[in-house]
C-alpha cells in the first residue's frame, strides 16, 4: 500500500457516504413538500376535529422532532396539585387531516401514572403558540 493509497476511500466507503447523503437530501426534501402543501402559518389545522393537542384530528402544530422535545420540555400542566412530569413518545399514526403521520406522546406523573396523552404533527410551517387546556409554556 503506498501512501497515496491511504487516503483514498474504498469504493463501498464511498457508496455509503453517497448513499446516506442521497438519504437525507431526500427526506428534507419530502419534508418540505409536506410543509408546502400541508402545513399552515396558523396555531392549529384548518378543519380540524376535537380539542386542541388531545385530538389526534387536532394535534399541536410544530415545526420538527426537534421542536417537539422542546416544546415538551416547555409544557407545564397546572392542575392545582399537579407534579412534575416526564413524556414518552408511543407512536405515530395517520389521521383525517393530513397524510404526514401525526405523533403521539404520554404524560407521565412521579408515580408512573399517564396523566395526559397529547398529539403533535410536527410538520407544520411555524410553531403553534396554543397550548392545551390545563396547560401552559414555561419561558425559554
Known amino acids: 500500500m503506498g501512501i497515496f493509497n491511504f487516503f483514498r476511500k474504498n469504493k463501498k466507503e464511498s ?18 413538500k409536506i410543509k408546502e402543501e400541508e402545513g399552515t402559518d396558523n396555531d392549529e389545522l384548518p378543519n380540524h376535529v376535537g380539542e ?16 417537539s422535545r422542546k416544546y415538551l420540555n416547555r409544557l407545564i400542566y397546572i392542575k392545582p396539585g399537579s407534579s412534575q412530569y416526564t413524556w414518552e413518545r408511543t407512536g405515530s399514526m ?35 403558540k396554543k ?3 390545563g396547560f401552559g409554556l ?3
Open 94 to 128: 395517520k389521521c383525517s387531516i393530513v397524510s404526514a403521520p401525526i405523533d403521539e406522546y404520554n404524560l407521565i406523573d412521579a408515580n408512573s401514572n399517564i396523566v395526559k396523552t397529547i398529539y403533535i404533527w410536527p410538520y407544520n410551517r411555524i410553531n403553534s
Open 131 to 133: 397550548v392545551p387546556d
Open 15 to 32: 457508496l455509503e457516504v453517497t448513499s446516506s447523503t442521497d438519504f437525507m437530501a431526500k427526506m428534507e426534501a419530502m419534508v418540505k
Open 138 to 140: 414555561m419561558n425559554e
Open 52 to 67: 386542541y393537542g388531545y385530538s389526534k384530528d387536532n394535534p399541536i402544530l410544530l415545526t420538527s422532532v426537534s421542536e
